[in-house]
Every structure is written in C-alpha cells, then in structure tokens.
C-alpha cells in the first residue's frame, strides 16, 4: 500500500532547513515527492508530499525531532497521491497595482469565475521613492477550465475597472 502524506512546516528562516531536513527524512526512510517551498519575509514554509511505509504516528515521531531541532512546526495529513500527480500551467499572470485592501480577492475572485484552477501565486509589494504607495504585485500560475476566452474577459475588467497592469502568458501548447 501507498502511504502518502502532505507534510508543512513552519518557522524562523536560515540557511540549511532543506538540507537538513530532506537529509532527515531521507535517512528516516522516507521518500520525498513534490514540494513547495518559500521564503515569506524572515519566515520559511515548506509543503512537501512524503511517501512513508508507516503510519501517521509513526511519521510523526520521525518529524517531531527534525522540527524541533530546526524551530518549526509542522502538520501532517494524509493524502492520496503519487509523484505523477504534478500539474503544469496552462498561463501565467502577472499583475501590478498601487496597494489597496482587496486586491488578491479581485484577482482571485474574477480568475476563479473565469474558470481559472490557481495551482500557484506569489505576492508582495515595491515601495518606490516618491511614490504614495506601494506597487502590489500578483504571479499566478493556473489551469483553463473554461479556455482563455474568459480570463482574457475577466483580466481586461480588472485593467479597467480596478486600474492595474496585467500581463498575460499561455505556457501550455495549444493556448492561444
């Protein structure tokens, strides 16, 4: 039997957490499926699939050590997976905008009624100089469930109505 878990982790950002820490896990047994990992101001986050022959208890007693000798904490769940399960984007988004409360929720909302699956989106914000505010940007990377029509629609409104900068991407073959 198959006994994948989603792993995340926590904590302070330094050098070496991903060394040691797939080092740990390797040595413990485990075999490491995909990840996510970021760096989020002076914190690190990592998501990562771990194949594991043992229970979710007994992972835990693998991971207990390694997140305490690194300062993080972390959760385990199980899930169905397997390493093939990797998606890939159909587009990638940027968007660029003065800084304002509710801006990842315009973008998400409108991608999401487009039919856009959001499989990854970075943020952050620029302060220029003499600028009166920040410039907030959005990546997003995604699949079409309803073709390139709608979310072309969708991010033209959003350019026009919430005046942001947006550039559009197809990356899969055959998006157009």
């Not at 979710?56 to 390493?83: A, R």
């Not at 159909?90 to 509710?102: L, M, P």
Request: with cysteine; net charge negative.
């Amino acid at each position: 039997m198959e006994n994948w878990f989603m792993l995340s982790m926590v904590g302070k950002d330094r050098p070496g957490i991903v060394a040691r820490l797939s080092a740990s896990l390797c040595r413990a047994g485990c075999n490491l499926g995909e990840s996510s990992m970021a760096a989020l101001s002076d914190n690190f986050t990592i998501m990562m699939m771990v194949h594991w022959e043992g229970t979710q208890e007994e992972l835990t007693g693998v991971v207990q050590p390694i997140g305490d000798n690194l300062g993080l904490t972390f959760n385990i769940h199980p899930v169905p997976g397997k390493l093939e399960h990797n998606r890939q984007p159909d587009i990638r988004v940027s968007i660029y905008a003065e800084d304002r409360k509710g801006i990842v929720e315009d973008v998400t909302t409108a991608l999401a009624d487009a039919g856009l699956n959001i499989l990854h989106l970075d943020s952050n914000f620029d302060e220029e100089p003499g600028s009166p505010k920040p410039t907030f940007y959005l990546h997003i990377e995604g699949t079409l469930s309803k073709g390139i029509e709608p979310v072309e629609k969708a991010l033209d409104a959003l350019c026009e109505e919430k005046r942001m900068n947006i550039q559009l991407i197809p990356v899969s073959p055959g998006i157009k």
